[in-house]
């Protein structure tokens, strides 16, 4: 897959047992644990670092929807209770990630040329910028908000107003933003509702959900074959959960 704001190609190779186990388990934030993910599954296909926490914001969220096309598709359905008073229906939202992706066009502003000496960096008038990446937005979560994003990745550190607004505005045209506010119309009360769609929430909650059974699934199936733990995790993830709804299907017929 290339990266639109780095200009990488990164391969993301197929999932194996132990990659669920571990994603299962993971403590972290959505957001740690996704740089989890692909940190074990993703490889460059040059010779470049494989330190994705130094990936823009917006490669490392198009790289896990590609994960997410991969293991179960294009479609994204989901509902949450419509928060007007005295309503509580149920909302639907649906949508194709393909499509969803296609309205992330990363553009290049006038004005803005790439900084000779520091790899990732561009100049905008008298001042420098890059895209926030990944390790920026996990700092900024522990604390210190925007202020350290801005910090980190805009020079000097306090621009005058203006050229810190044209720096922002240009970082955002380089690198837009993946994650975003869905709208849309509660079909029982009519009131427009938004639900936030952050692309690493989104992704962990499912893949935590889906993961959840495999120590379930392990379980069975060393109960049923005596099969090792390292050889049930070594099972493409079809085959095990295959082998794990006979187990179950035997057990209801018994
Ligand atoms: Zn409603």
Redesign the pocket.
């Known amino acids: 897959m290339h990266l639109p704001v780095d200009g990488r190609t990164v391969r993301l190779r197929p999932l194996a047992g132990a990659d669920e186990l571990a994603i299962a388990e993971a403590q972290g934030s959505p957001l740690e644990t996704a740089l989890v993910l692909l940190q074990r599954l993703a490889s460059p296909a040059d010779d470049g670092a494989d330190d994705w926490s130094a990936l823009s914001v917006t490669d490392f969220e198009l790289l896990l929807l590609a994960f997410r096309r991969g293991l179960f598709g294009d479609l994204v359905r989901s509902d949450f209770f419509?928060p007007?008073d005295g309503?509580?229906?149920r909302?639907e939202i649906e949508f194709s990630l393909a499509d969803f992706v296609a309205g992330v066009t990363p553009g290049r502003p006038r004005g803005v040329s790439d900084d000779p000496d520091r790899p990732g960096w561009r100049r905008l008038g008298e001042a420098a910028f890059r895209p926030p990446a990944v390790r920026d937005q996990v700092m900024a979560q522990a604390g210190g908000g925007a202020d350290l994003l801005a910090r980190r990745c805009i020079e000097p550190p306090n621009p005058p107003a203006r050229l810190k607004l044209r720096c922002v505005s240009a970082m955002e045209a380089i690198a837009p933003e993946v994650s975003q506010t869905l709208e849309g119309v509660?079909p029982?009360?009519?009131?427009p509702?938004r639900a936030v769609f952050h692309v690493p929430a989104f992704v962990v909650a499912e893949v935590q959900r889906a993961f959840g059974r495999i120590t379930e699934e392990v379980d069975l199936i060393a109960r049923a074959y005596h099969w090792s733990e390292a050889e049930i995790l070594s099972l493409p993830r079809r085959r095990r959960q295959d082998y794990a709804a006979r187990i179950r299907d035997r057990g209801l017929a018994a």
Not at 188 to 191: D, E, K, L, N, P
Request: charged share 10%.
């Open positions: 419509c007007q309503c509580g229906e909302v509660c029982g009360c009519g009131a509702v």
